[in-house]
């Protein structure tokens, strides 16, 4: 049977990999309209590109650069009916840790 050493430097890389995945996450949704995108589908679940595009005041192409980002990195996902593309939340984790940053008492 083989034994299993957790050394300090086995630790720093595990850590390392969660500093790295947090990073890419929070990369992922560091701006305005992403952030506004996930709380309006928290709010209101699964909705329409043109839907978003109203509820937001924002043009649609903006929308649908930032939709596209964040469903290619695991943020939302999509499904098309006919011409529509709905999105919805995938990881709605997410949402727990933008509370956290909410929470935050930082300067601004």
Known sequence: MEILENTPKERFQASKQKMEKAAY???TVAHPVRLAIIELLNQQGEMGVNDICKALDCEQSLISHHLINMKLRGILQSHKDGLNVYYDLK?????KLLQCIENCDCNM
């Open 25 to 27: 996450i929070l990369k």
């Open 91 to 95: 990881e709605k984790e997410i949402v």
